[in-house]
């Protein structure tokens, strides 16, 4: 018999949050020297910051994007991408996105759908249920029970000119520094490669900075030297 999606969340519902959080990840505060895994299932739009309050007037706990695991379908189980968010205090919250690949169907494991759970320490203390991924990020705040949840205002900076022509047929691309003069990006260019490309705001001229079997955050301080910068998502 084949377990659904569902099925799945259910029991890991009932199961130690233990399960949730990324053992290696730090606390919200430290999370600057920090670089988590990225995962190659869908909605990688989700690896941001939130908000939980736990009731009205309550002092907000920031929850920060720790880490992630893929599960490809098998006989048993359909396929679905993990991701663990950690904040102060022991809270921590997993979002769990189905792979669209399962045998009935299920509007659960559709990969614009995420489960929400929240923990505190070891302890599951809340389901938000199915929720669609765009309503996640919107910013606006989602309530069960005396309980938000809301994504914090992270506005990625547009660069049109540069967004539409550092493109890759292989995957995605981030954009990970903006100075005032160019524009990073982290670019998926093969099936085991990735780059880091850059993009002149003036001249529009794409440049490949660091080319590897795959590269890191880390590798961004380079470009920063000396440089006064926009926006930078790998300090997160």
């Known amino acids: 018999m084949k377990i659904t999606l569902a099925a799945l969340v259910a029991a890991l519902a009932a199961a130690p949050a233990a399960a949730a959080t990324a053992q290696d990840a730090p606390q919200a505060k430290a999370v600057g020297t920090y670089t988590p895994k990225k995962c190659e299932g869908p909605g990688w739009e989700l690896e941001t910051v939130y908000q ?7 002092q907000p706990v920031i929850l920060v994007y720790s880490g992630c695991r893929d599960e490809d379908r098998d006989d048993l189980v359909a396929g679905y991408t993990e991701r663990d968010f950690q904040g102060d205090d022991g809270y921590g919250m997993a979002l769990i996105t189905g792979h669209g690949d399962g045998a009935y169907n299920n509007p659960s494991e559709s990969p614009k759908v995420s489960h929400v759970l929240i923990a505190k320490g070891k302890t599951w203390i809340a389901d938000f ?15 069960k029970g005396e309980m938000t949840l809301q994504a914090v205002n992270h506005a990625i900076p547009s660069v049109p000119k540069c967004d539409a022509d550092v493109q890759s047929p292989y995957g995605r691309t981030d954009l990970w520094l903006l100075t005032k003069k160019k524009a990073y990006y982290y670019v998926e260019s093969c099936d085991i490669c990735e780059e880091i490309d850059s993009c002149d705001l003036q001249t529009g001229k794409i440049k490949v900075e660091v080319a590897a079997h795959q590269v890191s955050c880390g590798e961004i301080s380079r470009f920063t030297a000396g440089e006064e910068i926009v926006y930078q998502s790998c300090d997160r």
């Open 52 to 58: 939980l309050t736990l009731k009205k007037g309550a």
């Open 129 to 143: 249920g199915d929720i669609e991924n765009a309503k996640i990020t919107s910013q606006g705040e989602i309530a």
